[in-house]
């Protein structure tokens, strides 16, 4: 079973690129807004350094064992355009182009299957909802499996239906739309956590928890910076300030949660700064995985 496996995924996996010259995001708090306006760009690259939790692009991460994708999708104001983007504060890319590299890569590796998470949705009306469906169909078109119980789906199951995407919708339009798998058959608690202990004994006491249910979810491997934290690390940036505290207990903690896939459930780790990390200690950080395959979590070999 599908479910069984554990596997990969990357926090905010679009923001390798953020637009500086974008405006900030619509979920941003007043009190950013305001920094934004009185400072403006200076602001904006100030917010890059902790907006960008990843460097590589989707085509990098997916060759480096990446399966799970953590998608937050927004409009922009007074775009003429009435595009959709990938959004984390500022502005990412087009949602179109991003799905687009994924397709790419899964029409190269036929008998790889992806993970696709739309867990946060911003200034988004049901047609914005209607656009964003309509893509998913267009580009993917037959790839994605029908949302069934979690159980029931395994690799071979997929490939015999020439099935490589797995989408997860966290909003109500999710229930009108067979492709589409509820949010809730892919949790993701969050510890919400600067102290790398806690942030352990958080995920564990979860992935315990989550193994009596029989669902998909997700292990936030990640950090969070308090107000605190950014004003002491504010030119430094997330990377230095916040992410190296977690590689050495986190390595070994998923290396531990990935020696009996038999007795879990499907379990992507969500990870930030994936490109600072995948090399440590002569091997890649996918390699430390275990219950998937191989060769960087890739379910073909």
């Not at 399966?67 to 500022?90: C, M, Q, V, W």
């Amino acid at each position: 079973m599908l479910c069984l496996l554990i596997l990969l995924g990357s926090h905010d996996s679009f923001s390798f690129y953020i637009d500086e010259a974008s405006p900030v995001g619509p979920e941003q708090p007043e009190t950013v807004q305001n920094f934004v306006s009185v400072f403006g760009t200076v602001a904006k690259k100030l917010m890059r350094k902790w907006l960008a939790t990843q460097t590589m692009n989707f085509t990098g991460q997916l060759g480096a064992g990446i399966r799970y994708f953590d998608l937050r999708i927004s409009t922009k104001p007074r775009d003429p355009d009435n595009e959709l983007y990938f959004a984390h504060g500022l502005f990412s890319a087009k949602v179109n182009e991003g799905l687009e590299e994924i397709n790419a890569f899964l029409t190269d590796h036929q008998k790889e299957v992806v993970f696709l998470d739309f867990n946060h949705f911003y200034g988004m009306q049901k047609y914005h909802h209607e656009k964003l469906v309509q893509m998913l169909k267009d580009i993917y078109g037959n790839k994605m499996c029908p949302a069934i119980f979690a159980q029931e789906v395994s690799l071979k199951y997929l490939w015999e239906k020439d099935c490589q995407v797995l989408v997860f919708y966290h909003s109500p339009v999710a229930l009108e739309v067979p492709f589409l798998w509820p949010g809730q058959m892919m949790p993701a608690p969050w510890a919400n956590t600067t102290d790398p202990e806690k942030l352990i004994q958080f995920l564990q006491a979860s992935i315990t928890e989550r193994r009596k249910k029989g669902s998909f979810f997700i292990s936030q491997v990640v950090l969070t910076p308090k107000a605190s934290t950014v004003v002491k690390g504010v030119a430094s940036g997330l990377r230095e300030t916040i992410t190296e505290r977690i590689h050495l207990q986190s390595r070994r903690w998923i290396s531990g949660s990935g020696r009996s896939p038999g007795e879990g459930n499907g379990n992507p780790f969500q990870y930030s700064c994936l490109g600072n990390s995948m090399n440590r200690g002569g091997r890649t950080w996918s390699a430390t995985v275990h219950g998937v395959a191989k060769n960087r979590t890739q379910f073909s070999n």
